[in-house]
T-cell receptor, first 112, second 113 residues
Framework: QKEVEQDPGPLSVPEGAIVSLNCTYS??????FMWYRQYSRKGPELLMY????GNKEDGRFTAQVDKSSKYISLFIRDSQPSDSATYLC????????????FGAGTRLAVHP | DVKVTQSSRYLVKRTGEKVFLECVQD?????MFWYRQDPGLGLRLIYF???????EKGDIPEGYSVSREKKERFSLILESASTNQTSMYLC????????????FGPGTRLTVT
């Protein structure tokens, strides 16, 4: 069983939809949770970063962590065609700065 | 802006060849990483380096070696390329301290025939 599971998609939604992207994990020691966005033919870039449980909002993006269920989510409101990309979750334990564990990524397509 | 550059975007090599992938970062970061990215498997860490001449194995180091002679440059070496090393290779860097953020290069798509 992988430490981090992520549905690879693809997920196709109309412009303006609310998108929910999710990851589950097995290691209860994970404390730091990240979402990276990767456009086609580019490297991943950090989108959101949260510590422990709770929500964090940044514009149209909300990251949510539920440590009791070992489940993290990224919500995108009012999705735009420019949001079309692969979204990778990543996580690590306290002090594990050089040991990120990545999910496989979910490919999202937002069509006009 | 942090910039991480990789020497090639696409590379085609033959089985048994020695392959060098080069990565350069311009932000004076202490830490540098090599990952490979495969469909359904995500990013898997091959090696990382936390200082010049210092390296640590990641999750899948077999068949690879690395070199870091200067702070800004981190090289991945495939000693004898094999077809199962066909993949996208991503380099990343991270500053010191308690930040988890890694900055990635654009990737090198390597095909071994």
């Amino acid at each position: 069983q992988k430490e981090v599971e992520q549905d690879p998609g693809p997920l196709s939604v109309p412009e303006g939809a609310i998108v929910s992207l999710n990851c589950t994990y097995s290691n209860s020691a994970f404390q730091y949770f990240m979402w990276y966005r990767q456009y086609s033919r580019k490297g991943p870039e950090l989108l959101m970063y949260t510590y422990s449980s709770g929500n964090k909002e940044d514009g149209r993006f909300t990251a949510q962590v539920d440590k009791s269920s070992k489940y993290i989510s990224l919500f995108i409101r009012d999705s735009q065609p420019s949001d079309s990309a692969t979204y990778l979750c990543a996580m690590s334990f306290s002090g594990g700065y050089n040991k990120l564990i990545f999910g496989a990524g979910t490919r999202l397509a937002v069509h006009p | 802006d942090v910039k991480v550059t990789q020497s090639s975007r696409y590379l085609v090599k033959r089985t048994g060849e020695k392959v060098f992938l080069e990565c350069v970062q311009d932000m004076d970061h202490e830490n540098m990483f090599w990952y490979r990215q495969d469909p359904g498997l995500g990013l898997r860490l091959i090696y990382f380096s936390y200082d010049v001449k210092m390296k640590e194995k990641g999750d899948i180091p077999e068949g690879y070696s690395v070199s870091r002679e200067k702070k800004e440059r981190f090289s991945l070496i495939l000693e004898s390329a094999s077809t199962n090393q066909t993949s996208m290779y991503l380099c990343a860097s991270r500053g010191g301290g308690s930040s988890y953020e890694q900055y990635f290069g654009p990737g090198t798509r390597l095909t071994v025939t």
